[in-house]
């Protein structure tokens, strides 16, 4: 079974802090793996979208990069605010067979206190 | 350029009744993907349509069904409502496969 890890599960940190919310999966032949976040209650919000070929993707405060070879992909947040409090997902598509299958990791809980 | 919109966004319903919920997808996307999310499984696919075709299908039973229309609508029904089905049921629509996929607001379903 193809498992999505998401380390921490949660994250409390004041504002100002730079962080990083790591994504570890299990199949290495993703086509993309794509972050969102989500707000209590709401649907996701898309983040950042990077295809097998790319090592990194950046928006605004945001960088995620990602490492095929290893299983890993990891999202950058610089300066934190209070904003950007809400559960960070990662979520990749294999491609193929797997049409429109996007295989989601548990989350990080991200706090962000003034 | 309108979102991703399903309706309605909350529904209670009685054990056994059947349930019908709908998304529009971003004008021009061919992909239309669902999902069930509750605290205990997280998100889980359910299927996937491009142009009218199920191409893709999530281990759910068969109480769980889909269908796209011409105008790339779709609807997921849900028959044999059990407790277990309360979950946010989350509509993504994509242009196609790899282009990264936008989410609604999602229907919040309640069995009662």
């Known amino acids: 079974k193809q498992e999505v890890t998401q380390i921490p599960a949660a994250l409390s940190v004041p504002e100002g802090e730079n962080l990083v919310l790591n994504c570890s999966f299990t199949?290495?032949?993703?086509?993309?793996l794509q972050w969102f976040r989500q707000d209590p209650g709401k649907g996701l919000t898309s983040l950042l979208l990077i295809q097998s070929s790319q090592r990194e993707q950046t928006s605004g405060r945001l960088n995620a990069s990602l490492d095929k070879s290893s299983g890993r992909s990891t999202l950058y947040i610089a300066a934190s605010q209070p904003g950007d409090s809400a559960t960070y997902l990662c979520?990749?598509?294999?491609?193929?067979?797997?049409?429109?299958?996007?295989?989601f990791g548990q989350g990080t809980i991200l706090t962000v206190h003034p | 350029k309108a979102g991703v919109t399903q309706t309605p966004r909350y529904l209670i319903k009685t054990r056994g009744q059947q349930v019908t919920l709908s998304c529009s997808p971003i004008s021009g996307h061919r992909s239309v993907s669902w999902y069930q999310q509750t605290p205990g499984q997280g998100l889980q696919f359910l299927f996937e349509y491009f142009s009218e075709t199920q191409r893709n299908k999530g281990n759910f039973p068969g109480r769980f069904s889909g269908r796209q229309f011409s105008n790339s609508r779709s609807e997921m029904n849900v028959s044999t409502l059990e407790l277990g089905d309360s979950a946010l049921y989350l509509c993504?629509?994509?242009?196609?496969?790899?282009?990264?996929?936008?989410f609604g607001s999602g229907t919040r379903l309640t069995v009662v």
């Open positions: 199949d290495s032949a993703i086509y993309n």
């Open positions: 993504a629509s994509s242009a196609q496969t790899g282009h990264g996929y936008t």
């Open positions: 979520a990749y598509n294999a491609g193929g067979t797997s049409y429109g299958k996007l295989t």
